[in-house]
């Protein structure tokens, strides 16, 4: 499952896993969320999306 997050980042189970791991970095002030989407290859915009619909 790892390697189909890793290879497909439009994946389902990938944004969960990007919604998650941004929530934490920010939560855990090690990271800002500009920086963990940039690092992800993914939007800001994205996170937000995602974490407004659940």
Avoid at 27 to 52: E, I, N, P, T
């Amino acid at each position: 499952m790892l390697q189909v997050v890793v290879d497909d980042p439009r994946h389902p189970a990938a944004k969960k896993v990007f919604l998650a791991a941004v929530s934490r970095l920010k939560a855990a002030k090690k990271m800002s969320v500009q920086r963990a989407c940039q690092h992800f290859g993914l939007s800001r915009q994205s996170f937000y999306q995602r974490r407004d619909r659940e």
